[in-house]
T-cell receptor, first 119, second 113 residues
Framework: NAGVMQNPRHLVRRRGQEARLRCSPM?????VYWYRQLPEEGLKFMVY????????ESGMPKERFSAEFPKEGPSILRIQQVVRGDSAAYFC?????????????????FGPGTRLLVL | RKEVEQDPGPFNVPEGATVAFNCTYSNSASQSFFWYRQDCRKEPKLLMSVYSSGNEDGRFTAQLNRASQYISLLIRDSKLSDSATYLC??????????????FGQGTILTVHP
């Protein structure tokens, strides 16, 4: 059973370009979460998606960032007009059901991350 | 005040030592608690969930004190392979919090021969 897959693993962009980060959840998982880890900082929640729905995007910057999880294919985190401050590791996690709302806890499994460097 | 606070360390201990990490959280509505470990330039991996009654997994013991909003992790008989950053993680209850993990800054542990 393949784990969470993310690609690319490393991405270099110049300021003003677009970055597209992909995440394929584990088989059978329909919930996807994106987190960002800035250099020397902890992981911060960005967005929580189910198939074709954004459930919680409270951690997403208001501009330039968007996320989707289409019916078919991977989840995409898109950053338009990247700036140097976007340089970070972006991790995707998946779970079969929401980890917060039930009597038992469902683990979130993390992908290896995409390291974005903006020049 | 940060939602989850940890002593960043670093903790440098010899093999075989016992080491304890502490964590406090600010929101009393926090529902679920975990310890993750993160190796350098790798993804976080779940180490263990933390239950109100306390729980143990081999050399690792986790404790939760809801009244003090305090979580701890004890590692006995440290191994070189325990060297990593240990992340304290909480989930708020219900509403739109769903599975949103809130991470502490992490505590760096280095175990030396």
């Amino acid at each position: 059973n393949a784990g969470v897959m993310q690609n690319p693993r490393h991405l270099v962009r110049r300021r003003g370009q677009e970055a597209r980060l992909r995440c394929s959840p584990m088989k059978g998982h329909s919930h996807v979460y994106w987190y960002r880890q800035l250099p020397e900082e902890g992981l911060k929640f960005m967005v929580y998606l189910q198939k074709e729905n954004i459930i919680d995007e409270s951690g997403m910057p208001k501009e330039r960032f968007s996320a989707e999880f289409p019916k078919e294919g991977p989840s995409i985190l898109r950053i338009q007009q990247v700036v140097r401050g976007d340089s970070a590791a972006y991790f995707c996690a998946s779970s079969p059901i929401s980890s917060g709302g039930l009597q038992y806890q469902e683990t979130q499994y993390f992908g290896p991350g995409t390291r974005l460097l903006v020049l | 005040r940060k939602e989850v606070e940890q002593d960043p360390g670093p903790f440098n201990v010899p093999e075989g030592a016992t080491v304890a990490f502490n964590c406090t959280y600010s929101n009393s509505a926090s529902q679920s608690f975990f310890w993750y470990r993160q190796d350098c330039r790798k993804e976080p991996k779940l180490l263990m969930s933390v239950y109100s009654s306390g729980n143990e997994d081999g050399r690792f013991t986790a404790q939760l004190n809801r009244a003090s909003q305090y979580i701890s992790l004890l590692i006995r008989d440290s191994k070189l392979s325990d060297s990593a950053t240990y992340l304290c993680v909480v989930i708020l209850a219900g509403g739109t919090s769903y599975g949103k993990l809130t991470f502490g800054q992490g505590t760096i542990l280095t175990v030396h021969p």
